[in-house]
């Protein structure tokens, strides 16, 4: 225990997936956090949402949305196609798929999180990847500045979670820096309940035993940072929250019933909420277009629309159009995934189990609104 103690810590805790609707109901650290404020979320998965926290900017000025995008020019994975000659059985595998990915990774000298899906290899050769670099770095964006960046520059002292480490060494990793009493901003990041909520969905025990673990965890670094610093203030945050799922639809299986050509006709990506098309023909166009605005359970995205929810892209990088589906509908079998699961986000804004939330022991300065509104927050606790 220090003598002198510290003016001042912030610390920022990021939860994946801890929507606002994931927490109704629920009395996590109701005492502690009594400012309670839902913050918008921002159209696209982790991969888009995390991004704009970390830079204030939204997916078009970032450059960061869903991973994979269609740009056969730049593909890096052209020496994978060959891994379609091997049985499918085989090769599509998770934990083969997982391997595969952390060779890819390594080979790559890509530092960003990599994961390969469902992606087939036979078509891989026509897709680059959006997160090739650690976001939680400076320099890791691909467009903007984010807040490591901004901290180092200002000459801040600082702590960041590690996200390839576990929950619980990051915990002790913070505890450390909270000891040494030096840093006056920290991150933590903690994605665990994201994937359990995936898997079992919001309404479940589960997800209450883990909100109780993160409650306990977090009590210990407000009491630890109250030994060590005059004043803590503490803010958790999340990008998104997560939908229970409801309905398959086989987009895949639809599109291919049109008897187009995969690569000559069109191209598309399939992620679990979203379907994205890139043409090569008029006809494709029309025929894919038709077959969209027929299913019930999804909707095309105008580019008016795209552009009020900040993800209209130069040259249509990530598709020349978005089928998005209704909250509490999946792709199945999609790019990222053959089997179903329970829980599901990367649906419109708008739906109610898309909602963020902000939880703080202060006021939050700079009146938050949605999660991209973080990054002045951020700014503000840091001083610069
Ligand atoms: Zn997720």
Same mark, same amino acid.
């Given at each position: 225990?220090?003598?002198?103690?510290?003016?001042?810590?912030?610390?920022?805790?990021?939860?994946?997936?801890?929507?606002?609707?994931?927490?109704?109901?629920?009395?996590?650290?109701?005492?502690?956090?009594?400012?309670?404020?839902?913050?918008?979320?921002?159209?696209?998965?982790?991969?888009?949402?995390?991004?704009?926290?970390?830079?204030?900017?939204?997916?078009?000025?970032?450059?960061?949305?869903?991973?994979?995008?269609?740009?056969?020019?730049?593909?890096?994975?052209?020496?994978?196609?060959?891994?379609?000659?091997?049985?499918?059985?085989?090769?599509?595998?998770?934990?083969?798929?997982?391997?595969?990915?952390?060779?890819?990774?390594?080979?790559?000298?890509?530092?960003?999180?990599?994961?390969?899906?469902?992606?087939?290899?036979?078509?891989?050769?026509?897709?680059?990847?959006?997160?090739?670099?650690?976001?939680?770095?400076?320099?890791?964006?691909?467009?903007?500045?984010?807040?490591?960046?901004?901290?180092?520059?200002?000459?801040?002292?600082?702590?960041?979670?590690?996200?390839?480490?576990?929950?619980?060494?990051?915990?002790?990793?913070?505890?450390?820096?909270?000891?040494?009493?030096?840093?006056?901003?920290?991150?933590?990041?903690?994605?665990?309940?994201? +994937? #359990? @909520?995936?898997?079992?969905?919001?309404?479940?025990?589960?997800? *209450? &035993?883990? %909100?109780?673990?993160?409650?306990?965890?977090?009590?210990?670094?407000?009491?630890?940072?109250?030994?060590?610093?005059?004043?803590?203030?503490?803010?958790?945050?999340?990008?998104?929250?997560?939908?229970?799922?409801?309905?398959?639809?086989?987009?895949?299986?639809?599109?291919?019933?049109?008897?187009?050509?995969?690569?000559?006709?069109?191209?598309?990506?399939?992620?679990?909420?979203?379907?994205?098309?890139?043409?090569?023909?008029?006809?494709?166009?029309?025929?894919?277009? +038709? #077959? @969209?605005?027929?299913?019930?359970?999804?909707?095309?995205?105008? *580019? &008016?629309? %795209?552009?009020?929810?900040?993800?209209?892209?130069?040259?249509?990088?990530?598709?020349?159009?978005?089928?998005?589906?209704?909250?509490?509908?999946?792709?199945?079998?999609?790019?990222?995934?053959?089997?179903?699961?329970?829980?599901?986000?990367?649906?419109?804004?708008?739906?109610?189990?898309?909602?963020?939330?902000?939880?703080?022991?202060?006021?939050?300065?700079?009146?938050?609104?949605?999660?991209?509104?973080?990054?002045?927050?951020?700014?503000?606790?840091?001083?610069?």
């Amino acid at each position: 225990m220090s003598v002198a103690k510290q003016r001042r810590i912030s610390i920022v805790v990021f939860i994946d997936a801890m929507g606002w609707e994931v927490l109704k109901g629920r009395s996590f650290l109701a005492r502690e956090l009594p400012y309670r404020r839902k913050l918008r979320s921002v159209l696209g998965y982790s991969s888009a949402c995390v991004p704009s926290i970390l830079t204030g900017l939204m997916p078009r000025e970032h450059g960061h949305w869903s991973f994979f995008y269609y740009s056969p020019e730049t593909s890096p994975f052209k020496p994978l196609r060959a891994l379609n000659l091997l049985p499918g059985g085989l090769v599509n595998r998770g934990r083969v798929r997982n391997l595969l990915s952390r060779a890819v990774k390594k080979a790559y000298g890509f530092t960003g999180y990599f994961q390969l899906y469902n992606v087939p290899f036979r078509y891989i050769h026509l897709f680059d990847y959006c997160e090739k670099r650690d976001i939680f770095k400076p320099g890791g964006m691909n467009r903007g500045k984010n807040i490591f960046e901004c901290l180092e520059q200002a000459g801040v002292r600082y702590h960041v979670s590690d996200w390839h480490l576990g929950e619980e060494e990051n915990f002790s990793r913070l505890h450390r820096d909270i000891e040494r009493g030096e840093v006056t901003f920290a991150f933590l990041y903690l994605a665990q309940l994201d +994937a #359990l @909520l995936h898997r079992v969905g919001k309404e479940s025990d589960k997800v *209450d &035993q883990k %909100l109780a673990e993160y409650e306990q965890a977090l009590r210990k670094v407000l009491a630890h940072a109250a030994r060590h610093y005059e004043d803590v203030r503490m803010f958790i945050c999340s990008d998104h929250g997560m939908a229970t799922v409801h309905t398959h639809v086989d987009l895949i299986g639809k599109v291919e019933a049109l008897g187009l050509e995969y690569g000559r006709d069109y191209v598309a990506a399939y992620d679990s909420t979203m379907g994205r098309f890139w043409f090569h023909n008029e006809h494709a166009r029309e025929r894919i277009r +038709a #077959l @969209l605005a027929d299913i019930p359970e999804g909707r095309i995205l105008s *580019d &008016q629309e %795209l552009h009020a929810l900040g993800c209209d892209f130069d040259h249509h990088q990530f598709g020349e159009l978005i089928f998005l589906m209704d909250a509490g509908v999946i792709i199945v079998p999609s790019h990222m995934g053959e089997k179903p699961i329970t829980g599901m986000h990367g649906y419109h804004p708008d739906a109610p189990d898309s909602d963020a939330s902000l939880l703080s022991n202060v006021e939050p300065p700079c009146d938050p609104k949605a999660i991209p509104d973080m990054f002045r927050l951020m700014r503000h606790e840091a001083g610069i």
